[in-house]
């Protein structure tokens, strides 16, 4: 199965300016990726770099981004929000759900048993867990990823 950032298109670095920010950096890549004709509705980033977006602060020392006391879902421009580890730190992935589609042919299929070769005689259980899954790609060019200047 090819992954999100497999099959991505990269972003167009010539959009970045001179001071941009992470926050630019992202406006940039949502337009570019929704220049494909599919609406922008995720961000994918590492820890780490949603917290750098989330603890910039202004001249005086105010969050720009965030509220600490929030209990909003994490938000960028109206999109949502996912960090995970997953995600290569300095590295972003945007784009939109309909760009990507999982096909689930079979469920997950969890079967146990204890007469398989010598399980019974070493009381040992043998565990086998399947699932069929696809994944269709129809418009890579509306997936971005890219990597943050340092």
């Given at each position: 199965?090819e ?11 010539s ?5 941009d ?21 995720y ?24 509220n ?8 960028i ?65 509306a997936?971005i ?6």
């Amino acid at each position: 199965i090819e992954g999100l950032n497999t099959v991505a298109t990269d972003y167009e670095t010539s959009r970045t300016q001179s001071g941009d920010t992470r926050i630019d950096i992202l406006s940039h890549a949502y337009t570019q990726a929704s220049l494909a004709y599919y609406p922008v509705d995720y961000t994918i980033l590492h820890p780490n770099d949603w917290e750098k977006i989330m603890l910039q602060k202004d001249g005086e020392g105010r969050y720009i981004w965030a509220n600490p006391g929030s209990v909003l879902a994490p938000q960028i421009w109206g999109r949502r929000v996912v960090a995970t580890a997953a995600q290569e730190e300095g590295r972003f992935t945007v784009g939109a759900r309909m760009a990507s589609q999982i096909f689930d042919r079979e469920e997950i299929a969890v079967e146990i048993a204890t007469e398989n070769d010598k399980d019974f005689e070493f009381n040992l259980v043998t565990l086998r867990g399947e699932e069929r899954l696809a994944v269709a790609h129809y418009r890579p060019e509306a997936i971005i990823t890219g990597e943050f200047p340092a």
